[in-house]
């Protein structure tokens, strides 16, 4: 499986974005999917997944209530809304993929975009 993240950039605090996250030739169905992020001289850390039935959602309590992430109906693009940002979103985002089920641990995915900026400023 093939990623290709997309949608970061500059924004205000307080401000939204959505990240995108395509698939070249294949669905993600079979494959949970999910967000991590890296800030600056910090570890990748998780943000959220999704299943691979896309029945349940998962979040980091950093970004609850504040990001959402979905899928299209075809399952061949994966998204994160990100609304009300904070400077401490600021990171790389990455999309990644693992088949069977969800997982808060990047170290349990198999594939990975290659990661697109975001840029919140005070």
């Known amino acids: 499986v093939q990623l290709q993240a997309s949608g970061g950039g500059a924004v205000q605090a307080g401000g939204s974005l959505r990240l995108s996250c395509a698939t070249s030739?294949?669905?993600?169905?079979?494959?949970?999917v999910g967000w991590f992020r890296q800030a600056p001289g910090k570890e990748r850390e998780f943000v959220a997944a999704?299943?691979?039935?896309?029945?349940?959602?998962h979040y980091a309590e950093s970004v609850k209530g504040r990001f959402t992430i979905s899928t299209d109906n075809a399952k061949s693009t994966l998204y994160l809304q990100m609304n009300s940002l904070k400077p401490e979103d600021t990171a790389v985002y990455y999309c990644?993929?693992?088949?069977?089920?969800?997982?808060?641990?990047?170290?349990?995915?198999?594939?990975w975009g290659q990661g697109t900026l975001v840029t919140v400023s005070s």
């Open positions: 030739g294949r669905s993600f169905r079979g494959y949970a």
């Open positions: 990644a993929a693992r088949p069977g089920g969800s997982s808060l641990f990047s170290s349990a995915y198999d594939y």
């Open positions: 999704i299943t691979r039935t896309g029945a349940a959602t």
